[in-house]
Nanobody, 114 residues
Framework: QVQLVESGGGLVQPGGSLRLSCAAS????????MGWYRQAPEKQRELVASITNRGWTKFADSVKGRFTISRNDAENTVYLQMNSLKAEDTAVYYCNTDGPVFSWGQGTQVTVSS
């Protein structure tokens, strides 16, 4: 049974930073390109960052230069480092494969507010 467990969210002021983690189980993690998605209230879920199993990364224009994605295949974990956070980054953040194929986890709430 595949499980994706996100953590690391919270309340942060504009300009602040957070590091999200996603622990995966039940899959051969190293075979998959992984992605971080977010869903703001009344908006569709969007892919914000992805990383291939070789470490190639891609970012949505809205986060380029502010977010970085990394992975640790030994620990079946993917990370999202978020810097220079803005109010519009407020959302629930999820991880899944790039081109999501597994059931979504519970996500982790990120709120950027002063």
């Amino acid at each position: 049974q595949v499980q994706l467990v996100e953590s690391g969210g919270g309340l942060v002021q504009p300009g602040g930073s957070l590091r999200l983690s996603c622990a995966a189980s039940g899959i051969i993690f190293s075979r998959f390109a992984m992605g971080w998605y977010r869903q703001a209230p009344e908006k569709q879920r969007e892919l914000v960052a992805s990383i291939t199993n070789r470490g190639w990364t891609k970012f949505a224009d809205s986060v380029k230069g502010r977010f970085t994605i990394s992975r640790n295949d030994a620990e079946n974990t993917v990370y999202l480092q978020m810097n220079s956070l803005k109010a519009e980054d407020t959302a629930v953040y999820y991880c899944n494969t790039d081109g999501p194929v597994f059931s979504w986890g519970q996500g982790t709430q990120v709120t950027v507010s002063s």
